[in-house]
């Protein structure tokens, strides 16, 4: 039979074990805060010429800058409906190597966004190393043909974004 009091001393080590473990769930409020378009956030970890050639981008167009494989620092422009990512010479964005499908992947513009979709590769395609059949792209998403990496980064200027935030007057009326 186990004798359920305690000493004044165990009562208060065990108050303020109570006390410690309650007060790692305190909430904090920071008031009214704006949400953040992620997409919109600069990039990190790219150079001041491949952040100008981002911002300098036309509305419903993309780029996809090579962060691993032969040509690192290589740019190719998303400005049509549909690119195709291949080791053929006719691809849109020709990637040589045997690890890369003759037509690997396509990129295609659906309204504002990239979809990339795998065509049928033998090797399958990536998105943040996860493989694919098809994905919706984000602002520094990684998208992996074979052993070649792109980060992909759309227009800052889409057209979804070109008419700004609401003031309240317009909200109003």
Known sequence: ????????????????????RTSSDTTISFGNLDPVDLDLVAPSGLTADELAAVQALPPTSALLIMQRGPSVGARFLLDAERTVAGRSTDADVFLDDVTVSRKHAEFVREGDDFVVRDI???????????RIDAAALRAGDEVQIGK???????????????RGPASSADARS
């Open 1 to 20: 039979m186990s004798d359920e009091r305690h000493l004044p001393e165990q009562r208060g080590a065990q108050d303020a074990r109570q006390s410690a």
């Open 120 to 130: 049928g590769s033998l090797n399958g395609t990536y998105v943040n190393r996860r």
């Open 148 to 162: 070649y990496r792109l980060t992909f980064h759309p227009s800052p200027a889409r057209d979804g974004d070109r």
